[in-house]
């Protein structure tokens, strides 16, 4: 019991000699605790849930169904970078009996805009580039043939759908941005070239940031009209 008793004197006078000096006035302190490091929030896009453009599509140009699809969601990434969401709609070109219910009803929403699939340019007094053309507010056209051609003479027809989409993303834009809308590049410019394909392969042709504010702008606009 003594031996005990000695030893936890020992112990206390030990501790009270490391211990610091207490000032006074000032309270004890806790030992530091560990924080969990704030993680930074992930990088979001600045998109817009609310705004949803329907695209109700006509393939006069009866281009394979396997193209159009793949250029459809070209096209489709092309507006969610811009804020946009997208539904498109496989429209009947004339009423079938083997369609019970027409997916494209008229009149169109607000918020819908028709897109040609046309194999050959039309004539018309519109001043339309070499793949297509847009008559606001709601109506554009692409010549599937002219843009899949322009495709395929760079380096093979697996690139084809990829340019289509950037072509109707294109036409589209015009719809959403005015006729005057033209860029010196991204998805809006002019005038294509080979490098322009390139940039398609690379998912580069895309809206400016810039452009991406209006076409918000114009969908809310559309929306709320």
């Not at 070109?93 to 494209?104: E, G, K, L, T």
């Not at 010549?143 to 690139?159: H, K, P, Q, T």
């Not at 036409?171 to 005057?180: A, D, M, P, Q, T």
């Amino acid at each position: 019991m003594c031996l005990i008793s000695l030893r936890l004197v020992s112990l206390a006078l030990i501790a009270a000699m490391v211990a610091p000096p207490a000032i006074p006035g000032q309270l004890p302190t806790k030992a530091p605790q560990r924080v969990a490091p704030t993680l930074p929030p992930a990088s979001l896009k600045s998109t817009a849930p609310d705004l949803k453009l329907t695209v109700r599509v006509y393939n006069y140009g009866q281009t394979p169904s396997s193209v159009l699809a793949e250029a459809e969601r070209e096209a489709s990434r092309i507006l969610g970078e811009a804020g946009l969401k997208s539904a498109w709609l496989d429209c009947p070109i004339v009423p079938s009996a083997d369609i019970p219910q027409n997916p494209c009803p008229e009149p169109i929403e607000a918020a819908d805009v028709r897109l040609r699939i046309l194999s050959v340019p039309v004539r018309n007094s519109l001043h339309d580039t070499a793949y297509g053309f847009a008559i606001a507010p709601a109506l554009a056209s692409v010549y599937s043939e002219s843009v899949l051609r322009f495709a395929r003479n760079d380096e093979g027809e697996f690139e084809a759908s990829i340019v289509l989409g950037c072509a109707i993303a294109h036409e589209i834009g015009h719809l959403l941005l005015g006729s005057n809308s033209h860029s010196v590049s991204g998805v809006m410019c002019a005038h294509w070239e080979r490098k322009h394909i390139r940039q398609a392969l690379m998912g580069a042709m895309l809206f400016s940031p810039a452009e991406a504010k209006l076409i918000q702008a114009e969908m809310r606009r559309r929306m709320t009209s």
